[in-house]
């Protein structure tokens, strides 16, 4: 029986469409958006000033922080009403349901720019917002080892130099907790457990047009102050900045929110959308670690919310949070950041192990080893990342007896780490490994953050903490588990998944260019800064020892060479998918996995034809009698990838 | 492996959907409380760790509170409203949609009665914001709990202006608290949804007001 979906029916089972009708111009995208937050932007900043005309402390200060916070606020609300997402929640309150528009089979590239329903929309929009995110703080990355080339000639003023490393690291930092779950959780894995949609559409299509204005409001901060806390955002330098610190805490607020809606959405999604046949020990990994970082993101953004909430009282409502004068603390702020912050750093692992578990048995060609360990890894991460926070603040004059405590929650968390570990190597062991781009890349992870995950274990324990803190090590060690561990696992993916989501087959050969160029650069990068930290070199200085210039300017040619390979990916990606358009050739990669099975690439409104009954576990690679992945198997092999017999 | 493909037990697709949309609704009905809870528990975490530091005896030196007899109107309003609509809910799956219907508005009056009180407190504080820290901290707890007050009555005005609008659909097959057709189970389950999202910001009230306005 097939679904009606022309007819919405209230919240949670409800696919009518977003926005209202009309054509052209006027239609609801990111045009009208872009208008109606212009418009907020004003009302509001003009509404900030009125409202604040008698307080002194404010109009004395040069620089008003509520007409800022106003302004954006304002903005947000423009800019979600110009889109058309603030259409369905008003229809809500006055009963009326949703129109009935079949959104999710809107066509052509423009359907990219609106706020659509389709999940599988919705990842790519998340996929090329990403790689704006990315390569815009990789920009910053470069002005800040430009700046490093010489210990004393100046490139910046030490002001500007301190914003762009704040604007490089917040905007790294938010965009990796996008990074996976975006494009491919979105994307992927209801196509993965086999469901026609999501649970909560409108909820995962206000979570990526969150992305596309926290990431306007954070770069403006380059042009208003920036925020020279850095990412961290430490009180009470963050409470007494310019009107620069405003964005950082509406862009990571926003981006925080966008997450709880990912979130949101993900967990009911997989618990509730599974085919007929999906029982838990036949959900992919990749489920499981978007299951165990939905989870770890609901339990742990909403505080670091509170923590930017809080600092935006201290700088508007003159409330005295975080500063011990007036009986708050500083503190306050460090344990409410970093009790999401740990967590963060997993909420940035886990996605990427998930990638790379789901992705090596495919061309390891044997079924992943330890499957339910895999499983419990993620899981044990993702709660021992809760008992961890503390060890950012060894340094900070926190009890004494509490260091151990911390030392050994951290020494734990390497446990489930390394079950991860295993069930790569134990997936390698005595298998056929097919060499190609996605496998490279995932094989790199694991080179990677072998050098990340045991030097993480050196810098839990407080002695070498206490040596190193703050120093170009602690830099270079998270480099190694972020860039290289989920940043590598995103491109691998990006090659692995390409064939589905446009229909083309990137080339081998170009991609093998990218992931040898790429892996050599980035380890020439991040290897010699361990030996800067530990010579001595704090973070966050734009001078330096001249004994260590030999060591930074290598790492500065080396990072120019790494962006030279990046953008080598950037023009050859775009140039394949626009120019040369190789169709691929349906599964490329041999996979049982349920995706590869729709009926075209990419694949069509709904997904299938059909719901599929899964049959069997997706990772029997190797046994000539194993049952196929689902039923719908058979119906499709036999078609070319653009659905034809 | 023909027969596998024939012999494939029958989906009814209508039916998966719409017990995957009922779940759902748990779910995201439980992650809502999940989320309420950690985005409090950030500010009571910031209530114990000033009280508890006291930095230069500045927690609480005059002993000044927020009015008491506003706050005690707040927690009447919010536990009245909780009380009210879940007795509304019970009467509705035995069959009588009325009483939902003016214990779901007499709630939906009271809850924005609170939310309307603990804004209107915020306007007549004894207290600088700055002045100690338990101002700082009732300023920031005030609108977080105002805003989390009416976004709740955001979504019971849905629910009760949904059944208004279509209970010729919805209260057929012996009322929609029994009716066995998909929409009515999915109101019921949307409702259920909102009266544990709802009492579960009840029970938090109580701590609220022993923080803010007993201790």
């Known amino acids: 029986m097939a679904i009606d979906y022309s007819k919405a029916t209230g919240t949670g089972s409800s696919s009518g469409a977003p926005g209202g009708g009309g054509g052209g111009l006027l239609r609801p995208s990111i045009i009208t958006g872009i208008i109606g937050g212009v418009i907020g932007w004003l009302l509001g900043h003009w509404i900030g000033n009125s409202f604040t005309q008698g307080y002194q402390q404010v109009q004395g200060s040069g620089s008003n922080d509520i007409a800022e916070f106003m302004g954006y606020i304002f903005m947000i609300i423009g800019w979600f009403a110009g889109l058309g997402a603030l259409n369905y929640p008003i229809q809500k309150l006055f009963g009326v349901e949703a129109e009935a528009e079949e959104p999710v089979t809107e066509k052509g590239w423009t359907k990219y720019f609106r706020y659509t329903l389709d999940h599988k929309t919705v990842g790519v929009q998340y996929l090329f917002g990403m790689l704006v995110y990315f390569f815009t703080a990789g920009l910053l990355a470069l002005a800040i080892r430009t700046e490093l080339l010489s210990p004393t000639y100046h490139i910046w ?95 990571f607020g926003l981006q925080g929110l966008s997450m709880v809606c990912a979130s949101t959405n993900i967990v009911a999604t997989i618990i509730n959308y599974r085919a007929p046949g999906m029982s838990w020990s036949r959900l992919p990994v ?33 409330t005295s949070l975080l500063y011990s004068g007036h009986g708050g603390s500083s503190f306050l702020w460090e344990n409410l950041f970093w009790f999401f912050g740990h967590p963060e750093v997993y909420l940035l692992a886990i996605p990427g192990f998930g990638l790379v578990a789901e992705i090596i048995p495919v061309f390891a060609r044997k079924p992943i080893f330890a499957y339910k360990t895999s499983a419990a890894g ?60 996605p496998m490279l890349f995932m094989l790199g992870v694991y080179f990677n953050f072998l050098f990340g995950g045991l030097t993480g274990v050196y810098v839990s324990d407080v002695p070498i903490n206490v040596t190193v803190h703050g120093s170009f090590f602690v830099m270079a060690h998270f480099h190694y588990t972020i860039m290289g561990g989920v940043i590598f696992a995103f491109f ?6 390409t064939p589905l989501v446009t229909g083309y087959q990137l080339s081998e050969k ?4 990218h992931f040898w160029t790429m892996i050599i650069f980035f380890n020439s990068t991040f290897l010699p ?15 330096y020892a001249h004994r260590l210039q030999f060591l930074n300017q290598w790492v500065s040619i080396s990072a120019y060479l790494l962006g030279a390979s990046l953008l080598f990916f950037a023009v050859t990606f775009v140039w394949q998918l626009a120019v040369t358009r190789k169709p691929t050739v349906r599964n490329p990669w041999g996979s049982r996995s349920l995706e590869w099975y729709v009926e075209s690439y990419p694949p069509p409104a709904y997904n299938f034809k059909r719901v599929p009954v899964v049959l069997s576990w997706p990772y029997e690679y190797g046994d000539p009698n194993a049952l196929p992945v689902a039923d719908i198997v058979n119906e499709t092999k036999d078609l070319d990838p653009v659905g034809r017999a | 492996m023909s027969e596998i493909t024939e012999d494939r037990p029958a989906v ?24 309420t809870i950690t985005a409090f528990g950030g500010l009571v975490f910031a209530y114990f760790y000033l009280r508890s530091l006291n930095s230069h005896g500045l927690w609480d030196p005059h002993h000044q509170t927020a009015s008491v007899l506003l706050g ?89 202006v949904r059944l208004v609008r279509n209970r010729a659909v919805l209260d057929g097959d012996g009322g929609v608290g029994i009716s066995r057709q998909p929409k009515a189970e999915n109101f019921r389950a949307n409702l259920e949804g909102f009266t544990y999202a709802w009492n579960a910001l009840s029970i938090m009230s109580i701590l609220f007001f022993v923080l803010f306005y007993v201790l």
């Open chain 2, 12 to 35: 009814d697709e209508e039916q998966l959907y719409h017990e995957a949309a009922l779940g759902s609704l748990w779910w995201g009905s439980r992650i809502s409380i999940a989320l």
């Open chain 1, 378 to 437: 993620f899981i044990g991460l993702a709660i021992l990342s809760f008992f961890v926070w503390q060890h950012h603040l060894f340094q900070s004059g926190m009890n004494p007896d509490m260091r151990p405590l911390f030392m050994l929650t951290t020494e734990l968390i390497s446990i489930p780490t390394g079950f991860i570990y295993l069930v790569g190597m134990g997936t390698l062991w005595r298998a056929r490994i097919r060499l190609t781009t």
């Open chain 1, 286 to 318: 990749m489920g499981w670690s978007m299951l165990s970082l939905g989870f770890t993101m609901i339990l742990s953004i909403p505080v670091l919310i509170d923590g930017l909430y809080v600092l935006a009282l201290d700088r508007t409502a003159q």
């Open chain 1, 492 to 497: 691998g993916a990006i090659y692995y998944w």
């Open chain 1, 157 to 251: 003023s030490p002001d500007t130099y301190i914003e762009i490393v704040g604007e490089h690291g917040t905007m790294m930092m938010m965009m990796m907790t996008s990074v996976v779950l975006g494009p491919f959780g979105n994307y992927v894995v209801p196509l993965m457990i086999g469901s026609k949609r999501v649970a909560f559409p409108r909820l995962e299509a206000l979570s990526f047009w969150f992305t596309p204005i926290s990431y306007f409001i954070l770069l403006s901060g380059l042009w208003q102050g920036g925020f020279q806390s850095g990412w961290t955002g430490y009180a009470p330098l963050s409470v007494q900045q310019g009107v620069g610190q405003d964005t950082y805490i509406l862009g």
């Open chain 1, 510 to 513: 170009l991609g093998k260019i």
């Open chain 2, 72 to 160: 005690s109107l707040i927690l009447a309003c919010v536990l009245g409203s909780a009380i009210v609509q879940s007795v509304g809910a019970r009467r509705l799956r035995s069959g009588s949609t009325i009483d939902w219907l003016v214990g779901g508005f007499v709630a939906l009056g009271l809850g924005v009665l609170a939310g309307g009180f603990q804004i209107w407190e915020l306007t007549r504080l004894n207290f600088f914001p700055g002045a100690s820290g338990y101002g700082g901290v009732f300023v920031a707890f005030a609108p977080v709990y105002s805003i989390i007050i009416l976004l709740h009555m955001y979504w019971l005005e849905t629910l009760l």
């Open chain 1, 529 to 543: 800064l361990f030996a800067v930290g530990l010579l001595g070199m704090p973070r966050r200085v734009f001078e």
